[in-house]
């Protein structure tokens, strides 16, 4: 089935929905996710026709002995579980490029602070440039959720940004909120203990 000539709509009633903290690969099936201060990366192989799509978070968390988990729970093992699926499948790094949409002011964060969503945003793009794979297209920050729609068979994307309602800010913050407790809360890792005999 050629998806790119279905309408929107209609893409979005067949895509197969991300939630917060996972991410997928199809051969064809369309993806789709609903962003609020999360971001979502679609990486695509045109030569391959391969591409997957992730939606992830860094915690607000603050910065304390384990601050270095932040990241580790989240951006980078979203990236990399993704990355590492489509090599597997057969995509090749240096043909992947990337389209990255979300980082909304959606989760109110304390005064003074980098926002979640400022944070998702400039990690997302230092970790595709450190990876060497070109962001081809983006849509970050400002105070809307998204909707991605991503063709992973052809690489197109579709990003609608919303006017979040009151409805509509609460359930995407509630879903946010209990995926940024998860990762709160993930087992931290043991102190490094050594032993003099």
């Known amino acids: 089935m050629d998806y790119?000539?279905?309408p929107s709509k209609e893409i979005e009633r067949l895509s197969r929905s991300i939630q917060p903290g996972a991410w997928a690969i199809e051969p064809e099936r369309p993806l789709s996710t609903l962003l609020g201060s999360c971001v979502a990366v679609c990486l695509f192989d045109p030569q391959a026709r391969l591409g997957g799509l992730n939606h992830f978070m860094l915690p607000n968390m603050g910065r304390n002995q384990h601050g270095?988990?932040?990241?580790?729970?989240?951006?980078?093992?979203?990236?990399?579980?993704?990355?590492?699926?489509?090599?597997?499948?057969?995509?090749?790094?240096?043909?992947?490029?990337?389209?990255?949409?979300?980082?909304?002011?959606?989760?109110?964060?304390r005064a003074g602070s980098l926002s979640v969503g400022m944070r998702n945003a400039n990690f997302t793009k230092e970790w595709l440039?450190?990876?060497?794979?070109?962001?081809?297209?983006?849509?970050?920050?400002?105070?809307?959720?998204?909707?991605?729609?991503?063709?992973?068979?052809?690489g197109d994307a579709y990003c609608r940004r919303m006017l979040t309602n009151m409805a509509t800010a609460e359930v995407i913050a509630r879903e946010e909120q209990a995926y940024a407790e998860t990762l709160a809360k993930r087992q931290r890792p043991a102190e490094n203990k050594i032993e003099l005999f």
Do not use: C, H
Request: zero cysteines.
């Open 4 to 6: 790119s000539k279905l």
């Open 68 to 109: 270095d988990v932040d990241s580790l729970l989240s951006g980078d093992y979203a990236m990399e579980s993704l990355l590492n699926a489509l090599l597997q499948k057969g995509a090749k790094k240096p043909r992947l490029n990337a389209k990255a949409f979300g980082g909304g002011t959606i989760i109110d964060t």
């Open 129 to 154: 440039d450190r990876e060497g794979i070109p962001l081809m297209s983006s849509d970050f920050l400002g105070p809307w959720s998204r909707k991605v729609l991503f063709l992973p068979g052809t």
